[in-house]
């Protein structure tokens, strides 16, 4: 599954016909057809199962689980007001279901740590850091620093996809699926965002980035390391892999490279 959940991210070919008012219209779609999706999937999520870790790895995951349950718990009021400058509304509804699937994910990794017995942190530097450079820029660098941690996120969701506990490799099986669209998400508004960005502008953006990519996946290689390490995973191994996503993703959210010209937007990998 995880071979085929990373293989539709950024080098599928694009959805769409074409960068306008319908882009959005159908994540709007997309995303309001997830709801059953969403429903069906959780439903199938061994809850009430055993864990069969050993002591050191059941705290291993949950102090990792606890770190990303508070980054996926943010009501994105900020990223929300500064889209709706852009005085598009189908951009908008998109990004408030957007949002809500990010809280989904809180919401699952917090019963997954009350099975552990264990409670939701209240902050954490990670993310108190995320979160001042998410406010202190604009919407195009707000949604870049999405796409960092969703590429960063799709590797360590495929990791916990290894666990030998039944609950979380369902909940990591069930993230992972929208992870992939996420990513696609992003790769959307950036396309549009940079629309008219010279080449030159959109190269320093995505140097920019860069910096950021590599930071992340080294903060989360050293941060969350046995917990990596308990589902089978090397730290220095997760940080390429998760870079590599970011690069599959950075060419064609930048438009660089082969992906430089053209607008057609990717859309999600299946119709609504």
Same mark, same amino acid.
């Given at each position: %599954?995880?071979?085929?959940? %990373? ?9 769409? *016909? !074409? ?7 159908? $994540? ?14 959780? #439903? *199938?999520?061994? $809850? #009430? ?13 949950? *102090?990792?689980? *606890?770190? /990303?349950?508070?980054?996926?718990? !943010? ?13 598009d509304a189908d951009y908008d509804a998109a990004l408030v279901l957007f949002v809500q699937e990010e809280q989904k994910h809180s919401a699952l990794f917090a019963r997954a740590l009350k099975r552990f017995g264990v409670e939701p942190l209240a902050a954490h530097w990670s993310d108190g850091a995320f979160v001042v450079l998410r406010r202190l820029m604009g919407l195009r660098t707000e949604i870049t620093l999405f796409l960092v941690a969703e590429t960063v996120a799709l590797e360590y969701f495929g990791a916990l996809h290894r666990s ?36 030159? !502008?959109? %190269? ?5 980035? $860069? ?27 997760? $940080? ?5 996503? /970011?690069?599959? #993703? ?11 010209? !053209? ?10």
């Amino acid at each position: %599954m995880r071979q085929q959940e %990373m293989s539709k991210t950024s080098t599928s070919e694009p959805a769409g *016909q !074409g960068a306008g008012p319908g882009t959005f219209a159908v $994540w709007g779609e997309y995303f309001e057809a997830n709801l059953v999706r969403h429903a069906r999937l959780d #439903a *199938q999520i061994p $809850w #009430a199962s055993r864990s069969p870790l050993p002591s050191a790895a059941r705290v291993a995951t949950s *102090q990792s689980l *606890q770190r /990303f349950e508070l980054g996926e718990r !943010g009501e994105g009021t900020g990223l929300m007001s500064k889209a709706a400058a852009r005085g598009d509304a189908d951009y908008d509804a998109a990004l408030v279901l957007f949002v809500q699937e990010e809280q989904k994910h809180s919401a699952l990794f917090a019963r997954a740590l009350k099975r552990f017995g264990v409670e939701p942190l209240a902050a954490h530097w990670s993310d108190g850091a995320f979160v001042v450079l998410r406010r202190l820029m604009g919407l195009r660098t707000e949604i870049t620093l999405f796409l960092v941690a969703e590429t960063v996120a799709l590797e360590y969701f495929g990791a916990l996809h290894r666990s030998l506990d039944p609950v979380i490799h369902g909940v990591a099986e069930r993230v992972l699926t929208d992870e992939v669209e996420h990513i696609r998400f992003q790769i959307d508004q950036l396309r549009v965002g940079f629309e008219r960005v010279s080449p030159v !502008g959109r %190269m320093l953006a995505a140097a920019a980035a $860069w910096t950021v990519a590599v930071g992340a996946a080294t903060v989360v290689a050293l941060d969350h390391g046995p917990a990596l390490r308990a589902c089978g995973l090397r730290p220095f191994t997760f $940080w390429g892999r998760a870079l590599r996503h /970011f690069r599959l #993703a950075a060419g064609p959210a930048f438009r660089l490279g082969r992906h430089a010209a !053209g607008t057609a937007p990717y859309g999600p990998t299946s119709a609504p």
